[in-house]
Every structure is written in C-alpha cells, then in structure tokens.
C-alpha cells in the first residue's frame, strides 16, 4: 500500500490521512532527520527540549518520505515554502497540485494529502485543566457557546475540542491564518455525529471529523466534491 497510495488513480477522488506516531527509537530519528532540509535542521536546533526536537525531526521527516512517494522523489528532495499567512507548500514542477497539511499533539500527528484541492487538518490531546465555558466564549461563535453549554459535564471535554479542531482545520486549509476570527463562522459541536458546517462557509467546503487516537480528536477540512477519505496508520520505521 505505501509503495502505490499516492499513484495516479487516486489524484482527484481520494484524500489520504496519514496517522503518525512520533516516539520513535534513536536510529529512526536519526535516519529521518537525515532528510530534513539545513532550514528544517537549524529550526530543530532552537528547540529547547528533546522531546520537542526529536518530535519535530520525525514529523518533518516521515512528512518527506510521504509527499516523496507522491511525487515519486527522494524525500531530500522535496521542497516546502511557508505561504503568506504560514501555510506550508510544496514546489514542484510535477503537473497537477499536490496540497497537505500537518498538525500534531503530543506524539500523535496527522498528515492529510490530495491532489487540486485546498486542505486543512487539526488534532488536540483531550484536556481537562482548562475553563472551556470562558474559552468558548473569548473564541467561539455565541451559537457553539450555547451548544457546547448545554451539553452534559461527561460530554463537554470532547465536544469542546472536536468544536476546536473543526474550527482549526478550516482556518489552516483556507490559508488565511489568524486574519479569520474564529467567530465568524459555526461548526457543530457535539462529538458523536457527522461534523458540519452551520453558518458563515462556502458550500465548495467538505469537513470530516475523527479520531486520531483515544482522547485525540482531530478534523479534515477540504474544498470540492466529497472525496473518499483513507485513513493511513504509519510505523515511522518502515517508512
């Protein structure tokens, strides 16, 4: 599967998420940070922490060997830029537009990829130190607000960051970074049902929520028609 997924076939009707664990022994961090580019590895080098560090080696590089075998390159070879408001791009000379987008939490990240369309991913570890009623209110539309409030106690941790990662996920694939308040549009709130989109977004727009892993919810935001979403679970050493 990872030698053919990101072939021809797939270039307008699939959208593939990679799902990636970033703990990894010393010899897989090093054979991925073999592949980061003198930027990628300056900007590893300012990291206070290890664990920060070792995390970002390994997401920059499994996220080159992915887009390589997409572009069909050596992953020293891709070239990504930041975009005006941060979003990361791909040049290439290849026809066609191949978009992603990457978020991580802790260990767990999320890599979503597909051709011709504009794509934005998030994922957030589950917290339960923090005051969501006060945060939806500085952050949310006044109709998640209300929504999130009337949810039961045992619900609102989930519900809070699967509003949250939806919202992100739109933010990131329309590349317009903070210049959009994130209170200018609704998302549904509750956690248990097909993600949508209430108010203040194009139609053209798709939103898929999941779970990254246990307590990690995460969203796929996307322009176009409705794709075939494949989920991808990665093992950092064979890739």
Not at 171 to 200: H, M, Q, Y
Not at 206 to 214: E, G, K, N
Request: proline letters at 5%.
């Amino acid at each position: 599967m990872l030698g053919t997924i990101g072939t021809a076939p797939y270039a307008t009707c699939e959208i593939h998420v990679w799902l990636v664990c970033l703990a990894v022994d010393p010899a897989t961090l090093a054979r991925h940070g073999s592949n980061l580019s003198d930027e990628e590895r300056q900007r590893a080098l300012r990291f206070h922490f290890d664990r920060d560090r070792n995390r970002y080696i390994t997401g920059r590089g499994i996220l080159r060997a992915i887009l390589a075998q997409y572009l069909e390159v050596h992953p020293p070879e891709i070239e990504i830029r930041t975009g005006d408001h941060g979003k990361p791009q791909l040049c290439s000379n290849r026809p066609g537009r191949l978009d992603f987008n990457v978020s991580h939490s802790e260990d767990t990240a999320v890599i979503a990829v597909g051709w011709d369309r504009n794509i934005g991913v998030d994922v957030e570890k589950v917290r339960f130190d923090i005051d969501y009623a006060e945060v939806a209110r500085s952050f949310f539309s006044a109709n998640e607000a209300k929504a999130l409030k009337r949810l039961s106690t045992e619900g609102t941790a989930e519900a809070f960051f699967s509003c949250w990662t939806r919202k992100e996920a739109f933010v990131k694939a329309i590349g317009c970074g903070l210049n959009l308040p994130l209170d200018s549009f609704d998302v549904s709130v509750e956690p248990d049902t097909p993600a949508r989109f209430l108010r203040g977004v194009d139609a053209r727009w798709q939103i898929v929520s999941f779970l990254a892993q246990r307590g990690y919810p995460a969203a796929l935001v996307y322009d176009g028609s409705p794709a075939d979403v494949r989920f991808v679970t990665v093992d950092p050493r064979s890739i």
